[in-house]
């Protein structure tokens, strides 16, 4: 067996172990088989745990294949995604702990559940649902496509990618179907330290054979100017887009709900501050370092006609430059980024989907034993539904997530925000702000317009948000006292 074969294993070796883990973890909570244990780990998460879910759940394969090759394509201008994550931080602060308390209040499971209440709208609830679960789905694809990735190259093409690709999905499917959210939150937190130290692990590999980061930002300054300042060598990063990023990127990473979702698992406000915290820090390692170096050095230690995708980077860069079992060490570290993601996701999805769409209204004719169940055969459907669009992959994985599923989750911003801040808001002008602006987002991306030079999603957001105020404030005169009293009352 050669050392690609040997590699694999070992890395099936680290996923069963994981797994070992997860249903050992799973059967030692007791804690009684229901929708909250499932999906939300009976809302009991503690501070200690917490920042790492937050961690295993924002940081994924991007991190290892995505950020290095968005770095080595469009250069330093790419760093905007770790300023950003400070608005995102803020968020998991101020909105996170506002929905907690009336998640746990009001016994909400999910967006659909607050914006159904809050508005007093069936149609809200099933939108917003829709909108999750679509953009989701390309985000959970593009996780497998990111692994896959990851072991064809470990495997020195002895596993093709198509093989490879059912490695993520069987692990992945087992973790949720098993554990459910009790059983992957000790899972998250061990793979939430794993990736940190393969991704720290993979930058000093990168640095070694460039010479340290003084001689790596001179020969990229020498060689490729353009990759240290805006808007990069193809121009991707000028003022609107750079604008993105800061306005409409971070409510679209808030508003994933494997992401959203960890606010409402959290013990107490002590463990979410916690979480907010790890966002930004996370960040700064992964994208405002190792990430980086790793894309730079790439320019400098892989001849181009190599890199047929960008985000090979660095699995090529470690199997030519890091003692093999360094390698899979980081690659197994990406892997643990990928399926804590994934997990995160399937778990998120199937709730959506088996909560808020098919038992909506009826949740309370079944049991809990047949709720789960139904939940567990929706993993299983999204699964295959995520593995068959990822078996034909696009070029740049951070380019469709931010570009599709981060915009399309970001619509349900404003009628979010809208609804825990202003009394005034109505559920008229939340359905033709989301509605309106989501129509727009697809038109403008199907269609390829760009009005005025400003990208479509600017457009949908904007003339979103427009609405929801317009709407709402022509029809201020309309009774409003249930809104007031349950949701602007001591929470």
Partial sequence: MNKGLISVVIVLAYLTFMLVITVANGRKKKIAENAVSFFLAGRGVSAILLPLVMIAAVQSTFAFLGAPGMYYTHGVSFM????????VALMVLYFGNKIRKLAKKNGYLSIGDYFADRYDSPYMKVLASIISVVMTMVFLAMQYVGTARALAVLSGGAVPYNIA???PVIFSLLYVIIGGAKGIVLLDAIQAIILLTGILVAAWVALRPVGGIQALFQNTAESIPALLSRPGPRGLYGNQYWIMQFIVLPFGIWLCPHVWRVSLMAKDEKALSR???SIPVSQVLIYGFAAMFVGFAGHQLINPADVTAADNILPLMMTRHAHWLIVVFILAAAMSAGVSTMTAMLLVTSQIVSQDIILYGRKAKISDKQNILISRIIVLVMTMIASGIALNPPQTLVQVVQDVAYTGLAQLAPPFVA????????????IAGLTVGTIILFATRILRLSPFGWPGFMWAFAINIVLVVGVSLALKNRDNSRVEEKFFSAV
């Fill in 80 to 87: 905007v995604l770790v300023l950003s994550q400070v608005w």
């Fill in 275 to 277: 979480s907010a915290i």
């Fill in 419 to 430: 609804g825990l801040y202003w009394k005034g808001a109505r559920k008229e002008g939340v």
């Fill in 165 to 167: 690709i059912l490695i």
